[in-house]
Structures are given as C-alpha cells and as structure tokens.
C-alpha cells in the first residue's frame, strides 16, 4: 500500500466487508473466490477480509492466511487488501497483524478491544504499541454496539497526528456527531474516515468520509459503488435516491445478528450455503423470507 514517495495509500469509496463462505464445517474457498472476482468486477475498492462479516473471530491462523493469500491474488492491481486482525489482547492482534502483513494485506482493521473495556489512554497505548510494530496502514474500527468501548475523536485525533500509519477509522458508532468530530479534528491531516453502517454511508460520505465498509455491497455490490460514485461526482439526488431505494436491505441485513441475515440473502442468490460456525446458527425462516421479499423488489433474484 506504500506508493513510491512513501505515502501510504487508503482506498477511496466502497470496501466490502466480505463473508467467509463455509460447507460442511470447512472454509467454501471455490465460492469465496468466485464471491470476491464479482465484486471487483462490480467495481468495489476494497475486500476487508476476516472482519465481523467475514467471521474472524473462529476462523483459524492458518485459514486467515489462506483467504489474505487468495484474496490478494485475485485483487492485485484492481483493489485494496485489508484484513480484521483485531482482538482483546494487543500481542495477540500483532501476531495476526503480522501474519496478515507477510501474506499481502494492504492493510488492517483493528477493532476497539471489547469486554477488557480499556479507557481512553489504554486505547491509545493499544494502537501507539501496534503502529509501532507494523508496517502496513492501519484502520481503527469503533463499533461500541459489539466491543462495549467507544474511541473518542480526541483519542482518534491524537493517533492519527502521532502514528505516521493510523491512517483511517471505520466509524460504526451511530452517533453521525461522532464522525462530524473526527473529521473537525482530523481534516488537515491525511486521514479517512470510513461509514461502518451502511444505512448511514449516504450522510456520511456527504460530510467529509472517503467511503463505506459495507455489509450491502456483499449482495447489491454495483448499486452501492453506484451510490457513493454519485456523491464523489456531486449528483446527489441520484445517491439519495439510491440510498432511499436500499434502505429496506440495509434494515433487513441487521434484524439479527451481522453476518446472519447477509450469508442467507447471498444463499438466496445462489453464492454460497447459508452455513455458520457456532455459536452463530442460521437466521429465522421470517428473516429468510423478508429478504427474498427485498431482493425481488430490487430485482436481484426472479
């Protein structure tokens, strides 16, 4: 991600959050590969590799490495590599950061450490020891509603000036004031700031952030490019049109826990099983079927 002056380079407009197809217990990395050559072709910037979406959390070293190895390949020139290598225990999340910066990623996203509940200086003690350590640009994720811990824009602000590779936050938080602050503070320094939520990407795009980590862009991935291209250009009415036209699947995506109801809409379009690893099952038959109900109303299944 390093260009020839030494900047680190962020990507600009949609990076998707991709799922982690499995069948029979066992990583389905036919179909991921296949999953993850459509959306480049759809035009996304970025593949985040093993984050929430991707179910990180009980996937394997080894399995982490193969799946940053193959999305790399398929990515190489045409879009940004970044891995969810974040946990609650700070070596650990190095471990995994390294190993995901030895097999190609562009990038990490770390996420706020959950159930430790660290405070504001633990925050940036955390991510001051990982920036030290690694080379590649990092992503802080702020997603209060998983982790119980909210980064403020002061500590984020405060990364951003001291950390020459903190270079982005994934801001998840739903407080759009949070995000206003962040980009107050961090607006003369080379910074992005990415929506986290997509049913708020529209209004934050138009405020100053350089883009979305989508859960969406896994099932509708050319209508979100589509979405935030129209803000780049200035044609907003036709972004909030879009937006507008999407927020019945940005709902339905969250009535249960993420990646529930986004691994059964794409089993609707026939990528993959609608297969988890516990402790996460399957989403109710009422799930299923209010997202069959979307996806022909948007015109993606018959």
């Avoid at 992503?139 to 950390?163: D, F, H, K």
């Avoid at 020459?164 to 107050?184: F, M, T």
């Avoid at 129209?230 to 036209?245: E, N």
């Avoid at 026939?270 to 979307?294: A, D």
Wanted: aromatic share 6%; proline share 5%.
């Amino acid at each position: 991600m390093s260009n020839s002056s030494g900047q680190m380079r962020m990507f600009h407009g949609v990076g998707t959050a991709i799922v982690t197809p499995f069948m029979n217990g066992e990583v389905d990395y036919e179909s991921y590969k296949r999953i993850v050559r459509w959306q480049i072709e759809s035009g996304v910037s970025a593949i985040i590799v093993a984050g929430t979406t991707g179910e990180g959390a009980t996937l394997t070293v080894e399995e982490r490495e193969r799946l940053t190895a193959l999305t790399k390949e398929i990515c190489e020139g045409k879009a940004q590599v970044i891995v969810g290598t974040g946990t609650n225990d700070t070596k650990k999340t190095l471990e995994l950061s390294l190993s995901a910066q030895k097999f190609g990623a562009d990038g990490v996203l770390i996420v706020t450490p959950y159930y430790n509940k660290p405070t504001q200086e633990g925050l940036y003690a955390h991510y001051k020891y990982l920036s030290e350590r690694l080379d590649v640009p990092i992503i802080i994720y702020n997603v209060p509603s998983r982790t119980g811990v909210n980064i403020s824009p002061e500590t984020v602000a405060r990364l951003a000036v001291e950390c020459r590779n903190i270079k982005a936050i994934k801001e998840a938080n739903p407080d759009v004031a949070q995000s206003d602050e962040i980009y107050r503070l961090t607006k003369d320094l080379d910074f992005y700031i990415y929506s986290g939520n997509d049913d708020r990407a529209f209004h934050m795009i138009c405020a100053g952030a350089k883009g979305v980590i989508s859960v969406a862009s896994n099932v509708v991935p050319t209508r979100i490019v589509e979405m935030v291209n129209a803000i780049f250009s200035g044609d907003i009415s036709k972004a909030l049109k879009i937006h507008t036209q999407l927020i019945p699947l940005f709902k339905a995506l969250f009535i249960e826990t993420n990646p529930l109801p986004v691994k059964a809409a794409m089993h609707l379009l026939g990528l993959m099983e609608n297969e988890f690893r516990l402790p996460l099952v399957p989403p109710k038959e009422s799930t299923v079927e209010r997202l069959r109900v979307i996806l022909k109303d948007l015109g993606a299944i018959e």
